[in-house]
């Protein structure tokens, strides 16, 4: 059932960055796939926050982190095309080592949440998730446009 819905969750960001919705049919597919595989992480990542805060279902935690390293790889994959444009800033291609570096970070922290299941006690989850949006953050505040 969890592969189910990982799968799922990446054919459906897939779908989204092929559709091109939100008027980004001018944008190049890398883009289109940059932000809807963002979007996804963002998502997810609320929803861990809402379970480690008491609000969501404790049960579904693997589900939301095991979507978050499937997109969370992807989205490096295609960010390693280095196409510009998007949210992301220039800087991230003048600096790419340093960004290439953060996104290595930013996959392996999502699959180290990812590997933890179910069965994690809550300090565990809450380090994890910690390391995860800490990483989240400095990528962030480095290489993407300022909303």
């Known amino acids: 059932m969890k592969k189910t819905i990982v799968t799922l969750s990446a054919v459906a960001v897939l779908m989204g960055s092929t559709a091109m919705a939100d008027g ?3 944008k ?8 809807h595989t963002m979007e996804t992480i963002k998502d997810n990542t609320g929803a861990l926050s809402a379970i480690l805060k ?3 279902e ?11 390293a499937a997109n969370a790889k992807a989205f ?4 390693k095309q280095k ?4 949210e992301t800033l220039d800087a991230a291609w003048e600096n790419f ?3 290439s570096g953060k996104l290595d970070k930013f996959t392996a ?6 590997a933890l299941g179910n069965d994690a006690t809550m300090q565990q989850r809450v380090a994890a998730f910690t390391a995860l949006t800490k990483n989240c953050k400095a990528c962030h505040d480095d290489y993407r446009k300022e909303h």
């Open 28 to 35: 190049h597919p890398d883009l289109a796939f940059r932000h």
């Open 83 to 86: 196409v510009p444009g998007g």
């Open 97 to 99: 080592e340093d960004y």
């Open 58 to 68: 404790a049960e579904n935690f693997d589900v939301y982190a095991d979507a978050i």
């Open 76 to 79: 490096t994959v295609v960010a």
């Open 54 to 56: 008491g609000q969501g």
């Open 109 to 114: 922290d999502s699959a180290a949440i990812a």
């Open 24 to 26: 980004a049919a001018d």
